[in-house]
């Protein structure tokens, strides 16, 4: 089956406490980005990567980390947790880079939760 | 910078009846696109319906239809025979052509649809 998955779904940390939200897709995606999702603010880019190897910074990057070592994998790094990174993420890959009309797919999303 | 407006929070329609979410945007681009997204109570985001700006013919699928409104930057959707599992948000969501920031969606902060039997 098509998919993106991520893990974990659901995580309580921390302040300061680094963790790695994975995000892997099985489609041979070339382009992948991650969103957060925060209430009354819809969904914003955090990080994007074209293809393997390069990565740019979406709309909100401050606090975050990624890294596109394998073109299927595409790992949101967070050094050090703050409160104000509590939220919603998503994992999206798209098929190519240079094709804005292609659908974008959605992981399930990883809620977030930094104390 | 591109913008995208959802003035309706909240809406309610009854089973089986038609009910028209709104979406406005602002760029200064010629050409675009946009999309709606569905979010249902699970949280998957899944794409509903796409139009391509330079596509005069507004898009359908199946139940789902949009009316693209170029010249006023309105792309409302509009959903007939409302089903119970039709309840979710509803985010519009717009790429510029040639994007700088990665063909990243630009969404607007959505609507929430309930469906009433």
């Known amino acids: 089956e098509a998919q993106v998955t991520q893990n974990p779904r659901y995580l309580i940390t921390v302040t300061g406490k680094k963790l790695t939200v994975t995000c892997s897709q099985n489609?041979?995606?070339?382009?992948m980005s991650w969103y957060r999702q925060d209430p009354g603010l819809g969904l914003r880019q955090i990080y994007y990567s074209m293809n393997v190897e390069v990565t740019d910074k979406g709309d909100v990057p401050e606090g975050y980390k990624v890294s596109r070592k394998e073109k299927r994998n595409f790992p949101l790094i967070l050094e050090s947790p703050s409160p104000n990174q509590t939220s919603l993420y998503f994992c999206?890959?798209?098929?190519?880079?240079?094709?804005?009309?292609?659908?974008?797919?959605f992981g399930p999303g990883t809620r977030l939760t930094v104390l | 910078a591109q913008t995208v407006t959802q003035s309706q929070p909240e809406m309610s329609v009854q089973e089986a009846e038609t009910v028209t979410l709104s979406c406005t945007y602002d760029t200064s681009e010629n050409n675009y696109y946009l999309f709606w997204y569905k979010q249902p109570p699970s949280r998957q985001m899944i794409l509903v319906i796409r139009q391509e700006a330079y596509k005069q013919q507004n898009a359908t699928e199946n139940r789902f239809s949009v009316n693209f409104q170029k010249a006023a930057k309105s792309f409302s959707l509009k959903i007939s025979d409302s089903q119970l599992g039709d309840t979710a948000m509803y985010f519009c969501a717009f790429i510029p052509p040639n994007s700088n920031s990665g063909y990243a969606l630009n969404f607007g902060k959505g609507t929430s649809l309930l469906v009433t039997p």
């Open positions: 999206a890959s798209s098929l190519r880079d240079t094709d804005p009309y292609n659908e974008q797919f």
């Open positions: 489609m041979n995606h070339e382009y």
